[in-house]
């Protein structure tokens, strides 16, 4: 069974603190993972996908990173409008289509 | 941008009652699917649709069902609803190659009463 946990559950930074969102995850054969970020009643927005260990995808101030068992959201120098709470999914080769979510990470970029 | 758009983004429900939830789809995916989100249990999958007129379970079937009568429609059907449903449901979409992940809708807050 595909299994992702994040950590920490919630986070709060000052503004311009840089700091990390972590995933792990267990799949038989991954296909893909992805992250996306959510706003307070509001629907998941995909941010990245990572195919294979070393790869990396930048978008603003966000950097996601992956190995084979974990991946890392790292963010750089937060502003207040990072604040979300930010989803690792995963999709193995076997369940085309389908995701495993974790729990998510809040975070809180104070002023 | 691909849009998913969810009929409602509130409803009140009473006890026992049918419920329909509806999601569409402007960018001709193949695979839809319904989650539900509660706090502390994160996002938990209902249904999901490969095609047209072809539905799979997902982890939480129980006390749904769905419909997809055409490509671009997915209906959640709550058969009678009870309180334990109350629930934020979020419908998405996705290419069958997948590398753009899901596009989700805004969501809809059921209470049932």
């Known amino acids: 069974e595909d299994q992702v946990t994040q950590s920490p559950e919630a986070l709060r930074l000052q503004e311009g603190e840089s700091s990390s969102l972590n995933c792990s995850y267990t799949v038989s054969g991954l296909r893909g993972l992805f992250w996306y970020r959510q706003d307070p009643g509001k629907g998941p927005e995909f941010l990245f996908t990572l195919y294979s260990a070393g790869e990396e995808k930048e978008k603003e101030r966000l950097k996601a990173t992956l190995t084979k068992k974990e991946s890392f959201l790292h963010i750089t120098a937060p502003k207040p409008e990072d604040s979300a709470t930010y989803l690792c999914?995963?999709?193995?080769?076997?369940?085309?289509?389908?995701?495993?979510f974790g729990d998510g990470t809040t975070l809180t970029v104070k002023p | 941008d691909v849009k998913v758009t969810q009929s409602s983004r509130y409803l009140v429900k009473r006890t026992g009652e049918k419920v329909f939830l509806e999601c569409v789809q402007d960018?001709?995916?193949?695979?839809m699917f319904w989650y539900r989100q509660d706090p502390g249990l994160g996002l938990r999958l209902i249904y999901f649709s490969y095609d047209v007129k072809m539905k799979e379970k997902g982890d939480i079937p129980e006390g749904y069902s769905v419909s997809r009568e055409k490509k671009e429609r997915f209906s959640l059907i709550l058969e009678s609803a009870s309180t334990n449903q109350t629930s934020m449901y979020l419908c998405?979409?996705?290419?069958?190659?997948?590398?753009?992940?899901?596009?989700f809708g805004s969501g809809t807050r059921l209470t049932v009463v």
């Open positions: 960018m001709d995916h193949e695979n």
């Open positions: 998405a979409s996705s290419s069958p190659g997948g590398g753009r992940g899901y596009t």
């Open positions: 999914a995963v999709q193995a080769q076997t369940n085309a289509g389908k995701s495993t």
